[in-house]
Each structure stands twice: as C-alpha cells, then as structure tokens.
C-alpha cells in the first residue's frame, strides 16, 4: 500500500525550519492513487490528473480542518468525471456536509451537479466497525472520542495495514481491534498539543505527548512504525521535543510531501 501524505497538521502556518521554510497543511491522505482518506487538503497538492484518479473519500468527522479541500475538488472535477466520487463518512459528517457547506449559500451542492443524474459527489454512510471495501483496500470505521462524531479507520489489503486514529482523546476499541491484526506495519496517532496544554487537549478532545504514551501502550506493538501526527504548528517544536522525551524507538513526527510505502 501506497500512503502519500499530502498534509499531517492540526492547522496550517509557514513556519520557518533549520531545513528551510515549510508550509503545514491538515491532514489527507492519499492511498494508492485513488482512496482519499480525510479532505483537509486536495487540489493544491494534486495535479488535476491527479485528482481525477481519486475514486472513494473518507472523512473520520466533519471538522473544517479535515473537509477544507473538498470544495474546490468538486470544482475542479465536476465537468472532468464519468462516475461521481464517493464520499464515506458517518451519517452526521455526511449530512453535515450537505447542510453545512454544499447547501446552495456556502457553495454550491455538488451531489446535485452538474446534473442529478450524473453527480461530482455521491454520499455512502459507513457503519462503525464493519468493513467497506473502496478501491481494492478494506476500510473499518471505529468510534472514537472527539467532541462531535468522529472514527478513526483500519485500513488494510491482503499485506499490510495501518491504523489512524482521527482526532481523539484517550480511546480504546481503535486501539483493541488494531492490536490483533498479524499484519498492521504502522499507527498514525494525533497528538495536537505540548504536555503543558493538558487541559485545553481534555475539553478540545485531543492527545498531548504523554497521552500518546497511554495510547501507544493500549496498543502495545513495538513492531510497528508510529507516527504522531496532527500537531498544532504554533506548538510544533515543543511536542517534538516531549515526543523524543518519551524514548519510543520506532515513534517519528509526520511530514508531508513524503509517500509511505507498507
Ligand atoms: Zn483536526
Ligand atoms: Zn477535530
């Protein structure tokens, strides 16, 4: 499985690095070419070729950081595309989308145009904990605990799969059910926030780096690669620094602009 991170942060700045400048994007992932899993960010990093090879979307919740990039993807492809896109969420993100952005006001209604019949989107409810299958990988939805409806996902193929927490706080089914798979090769964990911020990290519903620590131990899998990811920039330094601190051998900051290979 191909994993192509085209943004991994909890907000996007310019920050300026030892390496160089570099732009912090939210996150979405793009696997194998074609399944988009989270939209907060699309057209800006895809050629449009790119983008008309994206088939399946799946969105864990309905923040505005991990949905940002579908609009002006719709734009790009609503004249391009033989067969609509599907986009999969939970029922609340998917309706939230119609009633919240793709309402006539905000922008247009995508899952009505160009025509009714011929859509650029095309909505799927996914139910938390039963396997959909988009674009030859196998994708479980799993409940976790966000302030408004979240899952994070299971992605799996015949080889290999990972684990992606969405945004969460301290959570456990994701963790049980990833734990027992022979073939998971690696984590995604959010974590958005330093230690010092704990209390802002329990009301927004989000991980710290020694709440990552109590996660990674409900998972308990040394033979994987983790990544944290989701970090809020004006933060990144310093959970980058708690994050070394925890000493997990194989636990790395995510970047973008890198593809995974699993
Ligand atoms: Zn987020
Ligand atoms: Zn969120």
Known sequence: MNIRILGCHG?????????????CHTCSFLINDTLLLDAGTV?????????????HIILSHLHFDHIKGLPMLADNLSEQISAPIIVGGLPEVVQGLHRHIFNTDVYPDFFKIPTVEHPTFASSFLKPGQVHSFSGVDVT???????????????????????????????DELWREAKQIPHLKTAFIECSYPNSMGELARISKHLTPALLAQEFRKLDRHDIS???????????????????????????VLEEDQTLTI
């Open 11 to 23: 907000s996007e700045a310019l920050l300026q690095q030892t390496a160089g400048p570099h732009t």
């Open 43 to 55: 057209a800006s990093k895809l050629s449009l070729s790119e983008q008309k090879r994206i088939r």
């Open 141 to 171: 939805p799993i409940l976790v605990n966000h302030t408004v409806p979240t899952t994070g996902f299971i992605v799996q193929d015949g080889s290999s799969a990972f684990v992606y927490s969405g945004d969460t706080y301290s959570t």
């Open 226 to 252: 983790v990544y944290a990811y989701h970090l809020k920039p004006a933060y990144k330094d310093q959970i980058q620094q708690e994050l070394r601190e925890l000493h997990i051998p194989r636990l790395t």
